[in-house]
């Protein structure tokens, strides 16, 4: 059984909005995912910038469907924004000032870092700079 995918928000934000760039590459992989019954990990705080992202759109609502659609999923796990991994993602930050990422960035690298995952939907290539493989974007065709 291969090991969860860390999904982060520019995976779900591709697979909501068919205007975006990396749309047609997100539903692939989930198709592909659903066949192969893979499972997913992401965060409170992926979830928060997701739906930040989408607060003043016409998609609002599907994206408050779709969160609520992955609380109540098999095979996902949304971690809790708990103080102590608040606590490490912000360290993280703190630590990596050369960097551009994002507190949700660290926070995610934290809970992939937990887990042992490698795999991460994203296009962001901060994930790739912390060790991470990045599995959207124009470099993983």
Partial sequence: MKPPVF???AYLIALTNASDRHHEQAKSMAAR????????????AVM???????????????TGATIARLRAAAGWRIELLSAPLLSRGEA???????????????????????????????????????????LMGDRTR
């Fill in 92 to 134: 993280r930050y703190a630590t990596h000032e050369d960097k551009a990422w994002s507190l949700t960035d660290c926070i995610s690298m934290e809970v992939m870092t937990d887990a042992a995952l490698d795999e991460a939907a994203t296009t962001d290539v901060h994930f790739a700079q912390a060790g991470f493989r990045p």
């Fill in 7 to 9: 999904v982060d928000t």
């Fill in 33 to 44: 995912w659903s066949e192969e019954r893979r499972t997913f990990v992401t965060t409170d």
């Fill in 48 to 62: 928060l910038e997701y739906a930040n992202f989408f607060a003043r759109s016409p998609l609002r609502g599907i």
